[in-house]
């Protein structure tokens, strides 16, 4: 059954850095695009960063510049790279795939499209 597990977060001050990792499991996600979203309470979940098979990039406006999302298909697993954090970076975090493996220059930034999610991992940042 495949899987994604997130892990990495954590309490950071504003101006740090944080890496986040999303180990697969299950299936070789080297076919997939891949996704990472946040969440903070009584919001909906949001599109942070979003992954193509060719390795092309897709961020949020408000991550642009600041977070970098990789993947290293030997280990299955796909990490967010988050720097000069801010408060309202504070949120829990996951990683996701789609249902079907996708076009090589694909990248989606709709919950909809996932059908693969994390349990999640917090991130908070201090003023």
């Known amino acids: 059954q495949a899987q994604l597990v997130e892990s990495g977060g954590g309490l950071v001050q504003a101006g740090g850095s944080l890496t986040l990792s999303c180990a697969a499991s299950g299936r070789s996600f080297s076919s997939y695009a891949m996704g990472w979203f946040r969440q903070t309470p009584g919001k909906e979940r949001e599109f942070v960063a979003g992954?193509?098979?060719?390795?092309?990039?897709y961020y949020a406006d408000s991550v642009k510049g600041r977070f970098a999302i990789s993947r290293d298909i030997t280990k299955n697993t796909v990490y967010l790279q988050m720097n000069s954090l801010e408060p309202e970076d504070t949120a829990v975090y996951y990683c996701a795939a789609p249902p079907q493996t996708t076009g090589y220059n694909e990248i989606f930034t709709a919950e909809y499209k996932y059908d693969l999610w994390g349990q999640g991992t917090r991130v908070t940042v201090s003023s």
């Open positions: 992954l193509a098979r060719s390795g092309g990039r």
